[in-house]
């Protein structure tokens, strides 16, 4: 059985029956009605073409993979394993088995060095619920109100908080274990909101550009300053101490 045509993105695209060939060396009960069955219980959404067949994705293949696999190694039921889905949709890992609470990945919260240009625009996509994150930054309430009153943290129009809210949350917590309070970091925010406006001040020009080479420079121009502002800081920091 030969493959889906490829859709726009240049990403082949598998019909269900071949789907069905590649899962069913590994998964001996997965069948076409199995299949349509999550779709309809709405675990995975394979693309549809204009006469109406499915189209499905390397992620949709891995998806049902992971869903199966839940399913007979675990014993899990579909309730769950949605939530698990929810929660990798988001950007988070899924929970333990056992385990009631996603967590993130370790690379999140590494602190290995200044960040790169590219991450200041480019940011590992993660949707994180206000219970969630005060459970893995592991700070109480009233601290994470704190951080909010101070604008250090803040959700997005749909009610989350991103991978930046969470090492905010962390960091602040963790400077909290040598007295310093989210009152203390006022100082950390309005220097950040600064330079902010200064690296703003310098790409601005570029997005207003009728270039279009140069208005798509501006978010690498904005992450470059960005990454020479940080070690700038970073640097006289340290020679400060070091005075």
Do not use: C, W
């Not at 501006?218 to 300053?225: K, M, R, T």
């Amino acid at each position: 059985m030969g493959l889906a045509p490829a859709s726009a993105s240049g990403e082949e695209r598998f019909s269900i029956g071949h789907v069905l060939d590649l899962l069913k060396s590994d998964f001996d009960g997965v069948s076409i009605p199995k299949i349509r069955f999550l779709e309809a219980e709405g675990l995975i959404t394979p693309e549809r073409t204009a006469s109406g067949y499915r189209k499905f994705s390397h992620e949709d293949v891995a998806r049902l993979r992971y869903i199966l696999r839940m399913q007979r190694d675990h014993y899990l039921p579909l309730k769950v394993i949605a939530e698990h889905l929810d929660a990798m949709d988001r950007g988070l890992e899924p929970p333990a088995i056992g385990a009631q609470e996603p967590t993130v990945p370790p690379r999140v919260l590494a602190a290995d060095g200044a960040p790169q240009p590219g991450e200041f625009v480019r940011r590992e996509p993660m949707r994180i619920s206000r219970r969630e994150l005060i459970k893995l930054a592991d700070v109480s309430e009233s601290f994470f109100a704190e951080l909010e009153a101070m604008g250090m943290v803040s959700p997005s129009r749909a009610g989350y908080y991103d991978r930046d809210d969470l090492i905010v949350a962390t960091t602040a917590r963790e400077m909290n274990a040598y007295g310093l309070e989210p009152r203390h970091l006022r100082g950390f925010k309005a220097a950040a909101d600064r330079e902010v406006g200064l690296i703003e001040q310098v790409a601005s020009p570029y997005r207003r550009s009728s270039d279009p080479a140069a208005a798509a420079r501006a978010d690498d121009v904005a992450g470059e300053i960005a990454s020479l502002s940080v070690r700038l800081h970073a640097t006289l920091v340290r020679s400060g101490i070091h005075r």
